[in-house]
């Protein structure tokens, strides 16, 4: 699956991925496309999240949130992972503080699953602060594929 990540700074994988969802929020991929830029080997495996693929994360565990629980489902999240030049996925802890970390620590508008006082922990997870708030106020959509 990560094998068709290229570690160029602007992975055509990862933006296949951000493009399944034409919805998604912009500022969120704007911030990663910057990330990317700057540490080529930061990709995403998960944007937008729909009904089934929710069900079965949530099934398999890969997730605590129901259905239109999770800012996955409302195009307000992403998980990130670092490709290695073997080609293989890394998710090691010191990565995400050292790249993830900074990257959201001095941005308002993200929030980090990585981070210290993070409710629950997922060092790859970035959404949107207050995505409930923007799904409230009619802001942002859910996501409609499986």
Partial sequence: MYAIHTNNG???SCD????RYPRFNKYLRAWFKKLQAMYPSAHISVAGRGKL????ALKEKSSLADWTESAHNWN???DIFRLLDNGKA????SWYKTTIGPMV????ELVWYGDDKAKF???GHVEVKGWKQLVANGIEYLVESA
């Fill in 76 to 78: 307000c999240a992403i």
């Fill in 121 to 123: 922990k997922e060092q």
């Fill in 90 to 93: 890394d998710w090691t802890p």
């Fill in 53 to 56: 693929a929710q069900q079965k």
């Fill in 105 to 108: 620590a001095d941005d308002l």
């Fill in 16 to 19: 296949a991925l951000f493009d």
């Fill in 10 to 12: 602007d992975c055509s």
